[in-house]
Each structure stands twice: as C-alpha cells, then as structure tokens.
C-alpha cells in the first residue's frame, strides 16, 4: 500500500475555549491507619529494630509493632496502651525505648515492659539518644536533659534505676526536643537553638543569620549532620556549621530528615515531604515535593524512615502510615478539581509532549505536567471512548467512537475529517497511509474499501495491526491476515468468541497477542505459540501489552504490571517478574506506549501510570526470619523443663509432636515471602510453603536440627 493521501477533503472547523488542568504525579503508596489495624491515625514516630520490625508511635494509641502483615499493639500494666507517644529509640541492646508526652518513659527488652520514670524530670519525652560509654539521654519538654548510666540498664542484677539531670545551666528546665549522637559529642536541639555537649561542657552554636531557631530534628548521615529548624535546614560538615538555602524549605519547619538509597535528602514539612539533592557544589537542588495530591494521605509528615529494604515510610499526622512502594512507578492523575477518568488512547508528540484520550470523549494535550483540554465530545452518551491516534506528517488522528475521525493540529486545531457513519471502530493504522478498522470493514482514508464483509459473515473485526506490510485483524472467531494487494483474507487461527484483546510488535519480528482468558499468543509469521504458564503471568486475562526497544514484553492484567524478558528469537522466556501488584487497573490496550526515552506509560480505569524502566526495582535484602519459641504438644517449650546436653534440648520418647512457629519480616513486601524448611535428621530434602507455621507428629527417636531459609519475590 503505497497511495498517499492528495485530494482535499471536506473539513468542519470547531472552537474551543482551553482549560488548563495541572496533572499531579500520583506516586503508588501503601497507606496504613485504623482500617488497617493502627489503634488511631495519628503517627509521631517511626523505628526500625534490629530484627527488622516497624515500630510506630500513636498519638494516643500507644506503640504499634509491624511484620509486614501483622499489627501489634503493644500494651503494659502501666496502659502504655493509651499513650500519646512522641519518639522511639533502640539501644546498643535491642532494647526499645519509648518517650511518651503524658505517661514518661518505657522500655522493652523483647520479653517485658516497664515504666522508667524514677528521677525524671517532667513525663514530656521527645527524644533518645545513646552516648558512647553507653549511658542514655533522654531529652525533656521543660526539663532540660535526664541520663541513665549503662548499669542501671542490666536488668540481671537488682539496682536502683533513677534518670540524673545533666547538670548544666544551659539545659536546665529547656524544651529540648531533639538528640543526636555524633562520635563522642551529643548535640542538642531545643526551642532557644542549637547546643553541642562535648568533654563535660555544653556551648551554644551560633548562626547567622536568625540566632535562636527552635531546632526540632536532626539526621547524621556518613560525616555530614543535618538538623531541621522551624525555618529550613542546618547542616554540620568539614566547613562548620551553616543553614542550607533554598526557595522550598526556607521558612519551612522540618519535622524528620532522611537520605534515600540513592543520597537524595527527604524532608518531613507540616506541607508534605521534600525530596532535594545536594550537588556538587553542595547547594540543594529540588527534586519533588509530595502532598495528599500525590498519594500521601495527609500533608503533615511527622517522620520519614528509610527502612533496610530501601522502602520509604512516612508517619504522618492523623494520615496513617504510608509506604512508598517504588520509585519508577509513578501515576498521573488530574487535580482535586477534575475527577480521575479511563485513559483509552495514548500518543507521543515529542519529548515533553504527548496526547491522552479518555472514555468520555476527551483529548488533552499534556506537556511538561500540564494538560489542556483540546477536545471535548458533544455526545451525550457517557461511553463516548477515543478509539485510538495516529500521527500522519504534522497533524494527529484521532478516532473517536461516536464523533469520527478528528485531526488536531499543533496550533490547538480541531477538524471532524469524517463524521461517524453509527457503527463500531476499532482503530487506526498507518502505513504509507492511514487505515481505518470497521467492525465490518477495512477502508482508507480517502473512502477506498479495502475489506468488506459478507452479508453471511457472521463475525467482525475488533481490531487489527500492521506486520510485515499485511494486515492482521483479531476478529470474532480469530486472527485473519489481509494480503498485500487486499484480495486474499486468510484464517490463521481461530478463537472462541472474542477472545483476543491487544496486540503488539517486537523489535525480533515477533506478533504477540493478548488474550482474555489464555494468556499470550506469538506469531512469527508461520505459526502461533502459546505462552500461558502461570509462572509467567499472574493472571491470564490480558488487558494492554507493549514492547520495550529490547524487544522484552510488558502486560497488564488486573493483577498488575509484569515484565517478560525474551531471549533473542523470542522463543523462551528468560525472566518474569511481576513489576507492581498495587497498579491494579484495567488498562486500555491502545493506551500502552513505550516513548523515546524508553518509558512505558499506560492508561487505565485509574488514569495514566509511567514507568521508568531503567529504574526497576529489584529487593536485594532477604527477609529478616523471626523464630517463635517452638510449640510441644501446641504448648510453648519452657526450657527450664528439659533437661539440655551441649546446648540441645532433651526430649521423652513419647514427647514427639513439635510445632515451630516463625515469620519472614520483609517490609517492602509482605505477603510475597515463600519459604524452605527441613527438620535435619528426619529428612534430606528442602520443602517449601508460604505459611509460617509447620508441625511435625510422631517423630521417632533421634537428633534433629530445624532449619529455615526465606526468600523474597526477586529470588533473594
């Protein structure tokens, strides 16, 4: 097909007033509060312990431990429970503890709570901190600093546990509300300034300008300290100590401070969190700023904690907690003014500019992150979907349901080339010259039939793509290829009803079909392959499928994004990976589009997602594995019972059924945990499960080890 089109065509001019919308990137969190388990949605606080449990702190709700799946409020004889907690700390012994503003101090040693408040001060804690002989600060809302030596922490010998005041006229009866630990000096953050203990002495920092900032958090990353301030950032280095400028964060006050794994600095405001970059010159350089209008649940960040997983967290003031489940992934959804809609269609224009068409008849030319409505459809039918665009020279296409076919131009023009004639489209295609797909016909742009259906015929076409100059249509009872010359319509495989629902090419040569209820099809020109293992594909009802520049396939389905990576003949699939389980949209198959730059961006009943490929996340820390204290009889083993034999516990014959109880703390993840355990000497063999609880009956006679590995879902 190689006829251009060159005879004018009848042209209805429409107006348009523009609306500007501003698209807001809507990042995929996890959001935990009070549906989820939290006692209340207020967060002061968050910790991470050395055995890889979240810790929050409520306000009002107590402390809070987290596995990944499970919530557990922790309580004590004391009503800890009840508490409005303000900071959580971990010691160099796993000890966990807990400032509260109404109830004092509580500790946790992994087995029993108490209350530590003999010699406080005021019951107002805001922050811990350890120095380095091991003595324990604690920082006090009008009270000045109170320590605890390390004695008084060996909870195997019997002593009088007592807080001291730090004895110091600058301190006493201050609102210090933040401690950090730097080598052998502890520096001090309060409502008059920032304040610096070293060698027995306290001295005052100066700064100029504003002298006397209420300091409220501080963060020390590598040789570098951060500190935030009721208006911007302090940070300490080899040159001294000096405030970060920049127009975002000056006259911000800074909750929480910390540094993601690629050294980006996240900063906690009463307006959402900041994601600035230090560059070369060490001067701030902004980078995002995310609000309720991105996906937090609350724009107060009370804390953020970049856990061992690499996974972001932000406590947030009567918001919750939420997770930020990935970086690369980020959702574009119009502002609170313009409820989110179905993308249908997707068309790059260039590098900063692109084309979206939605269920209702729409087109927005979006550019730089703000969208201007070009189109609006006069239908009154609420399904009035933009079928697809192609671009043609320096105008684009549009083909939309009800309307026809529509050409926009770079100016903002808009041109109905051909009002539609009642019947269903199904797309547009471009080769040499545009071709529009009928439910009962192939015709050019310029009214030549290419294909006409039979009055017998009783299937249609739902849509159809371009391979190697043929015409492949995806029809009612299967795939049919139209020749070259348009005499020859070929069935190459048939299919149950319409089974078949997008389609792609690959850079290899390959057609990849997906299908509603079989997962994925290839055509090689010769013959189909099936692909359908569940290995593969979390679900086999294919809405969208793409393919990269590396000719690797990405399919959506209503369990998510995955990735196929394909060896070099499209033969085997080498990897499979399930991108993100939280993009649980329908996706519209000609809304899938691999740009320039190699960025997938997908339309969907939940708006327009784009990936950053070269940004793909792999968890690269394995799940932390807690083993319960195993279960006789579904009895807790009391150690003190048995007797024991080189560090093994000695059991009676008939003392033969044993329950172990364990879980795989992977906070980034969760429920994808799958785990191998062998009871050594019983069997030789790893088996596997995804539960957390495994029993053995009738063991014989012997000696046996219990042995347990867990893995995540990247194979770590």
């Known amino acids: 097909m190689t006829l251009r089109l060159l005879i004018p065509l009848l042209c209805v001019c429409i107006s348009l007033c523009y609306t500007t919308e501003t698209f807001a990137q809507e990042y995929p969190f996890n959001h935990f509060g009070a549906a989820e388990g939290l006692p209340v949605d207020g967060v002061y606080d968050l910790l991470q312990d050395k055995a890889a449990y979240l810790w929050i702190a409520t306000e009002g709700g107590g402390v809070v431990r987290f596995d990944g799946k499970h919530f557990d409020n922790m309580d004590s004889p004391e009503n800890l429970a009840a508490a409005n907690v303000r900071c959580l700390f971990e010691d160099h012994k796993g000890v966990i503890w807990v400032g509260t503003a109404d109830h004092g101090v509580f500790c946790y040693d992994g087995k029993t709570w108490r209350l530590m408040n003999n010699g406080l001060p005021v019951l107002h804690i805001r922050s811990f901190t350890e120095d380095h002989n091991g003595n324990l600060w604690a920082a006090t809302l009008g009270g000045g600093i109170a320590l605890m030596d390390s004695t008084a922490r060996d909870w195997s010998v019997k002593t009088i546990r007592k807080w001291k005041a730090l004895d110091d006229p600058l301190m006493l009866g201050s609102s210090v509300r933040c401690l950090l630990r730097d080598e052998d000096k502890i520096w001090m953050g309060s409502d008059e300034g920032l304040y610096c203990y070293e060698s027995g002495s306290i001295k005052k920092i100066s700064l100029e300008p504003q002298l006397d900032d209420a300091v409220l958090c501080g963060f020390k990353h590598e040789n570098t300290l951060y500190f935030g301030t009721e208006n911007g950032l302090i940070v300490s280095d080899e040159s001294g100590v000096h405030r970060l400028h920049h127009p975002n964060i000056d006259q911000r006050r800074i909750r929480s401070i910390a540094i993601d794994a690629h050294g980006d600095l996240w900063l906690g405001t009463a307006q959402g969190a900041i994601q600035m970059r230090l560059d070369e010159n060490k001067s701030l350089e902004f980078l995002n700023e995310l609000r309720k209008e991105n996906g937090l649940d609350s724009d107060r960040i009370r804390k953020v904690l970049l856990d061992r997983f690499n996974t972001l967290w932000f406590g947030t003031y009567f918001g919750g907690v939420s997770q930020l489940t990935g970086e690369s992934l980020l959702k574009y959804s119009r502002n609170s003014n313009f409820p989110e809609t179905f993308i249908t269609a997707f068309e790059e224009i260039d590098d900063s500019t692109h084309l979206l068409g939605t269920f209702e008849g729409s087109i927005f030319w979006v550019k730089e992150g703000k969208a201007e409505r070009r189109y609006q459809s006069a239908t009154k039918s609420p399904e009035n979907p933009v079928i697809d665009f192609v671009k043609d020279g320096k105008r684009v296409l549009a083909l939309v349901q009800f309307d026809g076919l529509l050409q926009l131009s770079q100016k903002g023009d808009v041109q109905v080339l051909q009002a539609s004639k009642g019947e269903e489209v199904a797309c547009l295609l471009y080769q040499d010259e545009v071709i529009i797909i009928r439910e009962r016909e192939v015709v050019a742009l310029d009214g030549r039939r290419l294909l006409r259906l039979g009055l017998g015929d009783n299937w249609r076409i739902n849509d159809a793509i371009i391979h190697e100059e043929r015409l492949i249509l995806m029809c009612d009872d299967g795939l049919r290829i139209l020749s070259k010359d348009a005499q020859e319509l070929e069935l190459i495989a048939k299919s149950s009803g319409k089974n078949i629902s997008c389609a792609a090419t690959s850079p290899k040569g390959s ?76 996706a519209a198959a000609k809304s899938m589009y691999v740009d320039a730059n190699n960025q997938l961006w997908m339309g969907s009943t939940r708006g327009l997602y784009c990936y950053q490929m070269g940004g793909q996340f792999n968890n690269q820390c394995p799940p932390q594995i807690q083993l319960a204290t195993p279960r006789l009889f579904f009895e807790p083993i009391q150690a003190q019972d048995h007797q024991q034999e080189n560090g093994k516990l000695l059991f009676a014959h008939n003392e033969n059924h044993l329950t172990f109880d364990f879980i795989g703390i992977d906070l980034s993840e969760g429920k994808s945990i799958q785990y191998q355990y062998m009871l050594e000497g019983l069997g030789v063999n790893w088996q596997n499960t995804d539960q957390e609880s495994i029993t053995f009956s009738n063991i014989p006679p012997g000696q046996y080890q219990f042995m347990l590995r867990a893995q995540n879902s990247d194979g770590i």
């Not at 396939?553 to 993100?580: P, R």
């Open 511 to 586: 057609v990849w079909f997906g299908t509603k209820n079989e997962g994925l099809l290839k055509w090689d020109g010769k013959k189909l392959k099936s692909f359908k293992k569940s290995s593969h594909l979390p679900d086999l009802n294919v809405h969208g499928i793409t393919s990269d520049r590396d000719g690797n396939l990405w399919v959506s389905s209503k369990q998510g994004l995955s990735f196929l990576e394909l060896d070099l003949d499209d033969q085997f699939v080498l990897n499979a990976s399930q991108v993100d389980e939280g993009l649980k949209g329908h």
